[in-house]
């Protein structure tokens, strides 16, 4: 069975561009997550949906990001106008339900310059 | 919100030896306790979980400890391998608030020499 799967693994833009990143949960898996880690951090969380419905999303600077999950099963993360401080890995997680376990897929590597 | 602490940040130990990460945690309301090993270039991966209802879980060469009293639960690696060089990863939720937002330590990167 396929793991999650994320793309594209890196991603190298000028700042003020926009951009996006895609996931594929585990199939069935009714929980998603965005996350942010930067370099020697552990993950924060941005947004968790429930299906296609956004049900936390505090963490997320809603005046540059935004997330969708149409249909409730694939996810795209965007950002734009993209900063500096973007810079960052974007992982994304899915589980079966939110009292499951959380499986990460590999992460998109931005880099903004 | 829960805060979670990770100690040591680097542990570097003889192939064979055992490792020990310790983890604090600030909200007596979790109740969810993952550890999660993260190898270059790759996701985290959960290697094992305790929940509240437990003190201690085994799997094979890795252990987890946990004192909900003190707040704090720790992992131990026994027998370590060339191969269980990676960054690790404590976690801590409240998982029965509906909430399921794991809140990560800072992470250990633990070398093992050969």
């Known amino acids: 069975e396929a793991g999650v799967v994320q793309s594209p693994r890196y991603k190298i833009i000028e700042k003020k561009q926009p951009v996006a990143f895609w996931c594929n949960p585990i199939s069935g898996h009714n929980t998603l997550y965005w996350y942010l880690q930067n370099l020697g951090q552990g993950p924060e969380l941005l947004i968790r949906?429930?299906?296609?419905?956004?049900?936390?999303d505090s963490q997320l600077p809603k005046d540059r990001f935004s997330a969708e999950r149409l249909k409730g099963v694939d996810s795209t993360l965007k950002i734009q106008p993209a900063e500096l401080g973007d810079s960052a890995v974007y992982l994304c997680?899915?589980?079966?339900?939110?009292?499951?376990?959380?499986?990460f897929g590999q992460g998109t590597r931005l880099t903004v310059v | 919100g829960e805060n979670v602490e990770q100690h040591p940040s680097t542990l570097s130990v003889q192939e064979g030896d055992s490792a020990v990460i310790k983890c604090t945690y600030s909200?007596?309301?979790?109740?969810?306790f993952p550890w999660y090993k993260q190898e270059l270039g790759k996701g985290p991966q959960l290697i094992i979980d305790?929940?509240?209802?437990?003190g201690e879980k085994k799997d094979q060469r890795i252990a987890v400890t946990l004192n909900k009293t003190a707040k704090h639960f720790s992992l131990h690696i026994t027998e370590t391998q060339p191969e269980d060089s990676a960054v690790y990863f404590c976690?801590?939720?409240?998982?029965?608030?509906?909430?399921?937002?794991?809140?990560f330590g800072k992470g250990t990167k633990l070398s093992v020499i050969p």
């Open positions: 949906y429930e299906n296609e419905e956004a049900v936390d």
């Open positions: 305790i929940r509240s209802n437990v």
């Open positions: 997680a899915s589980s079966f339900s939110i009292n499951t376990e959380a499986f």
């Open positions: 976690a801590a939720s409240n998982s029965g608030a509906g909430s399921y937002q794991l809140t």
């Open positions: 909200d007596s309301a979790s109740n969810y």
